[in-house]
């Protein structure tokens, strides 16, 4: 069993940048699939990024050009780089782990293990 833990989220101005962490333990980490997802209040959880074992990175439409997904196998480590922060990024964010021979279509449905979770909060 593999447990996630979210941490860099804050408060930011529109226009901003932060960056989270999702640090991994307890199974072989560098052959997991992690995605990012958010959920605003209201609205249902999205895919945000994704990256699989091999480091092939999948973004939904609206964080293209504005958010990087990485990951060092060595820190057991996946990142998500956010520049260019809008007020409609504000959510909780999560890290999961991409259920094995799922697809990246972004349903949260295909991962499990999620961690609690990490506000990230952009002012206007």
């Known amino acids: 069993q593999v447990q996630l833990v979210e941490s860099g989220g804050g408060l930011v101005q529109a226009g901003g940048s932060l960056r989270l962490s999702c640090a991994a333990s307890g199974r072989t980490f560098s052959r997991l699939a992690i995605g990012w997802f958010r959920q605003a209040p209201g609205k249902e959880r999205e895919f945000v990024a994704g990256?699989?074992?091999?480091?092939?990175?999948y973004y939904a439409d609206s964080v293209k050009g504005r958010f990087t997904i990485s990951r060092d196998n060595a820190k057991n480590t996946v990142y998500l780089q956010m520049n260019s922060l809008k007020p409609e990024d504000t959510a909780v964010y999560y890290c999961a782990v991409r259920r094995k021979g799922s697809s990246w279509s972004g349903k949260s449905a295909e991962f499990d293990s999620w961690g609690p979770g990490t506000q990230v909060t952009v002012s206007s």
């Open positions: 990256i699989s074992w091999s480091g092939g990175t």
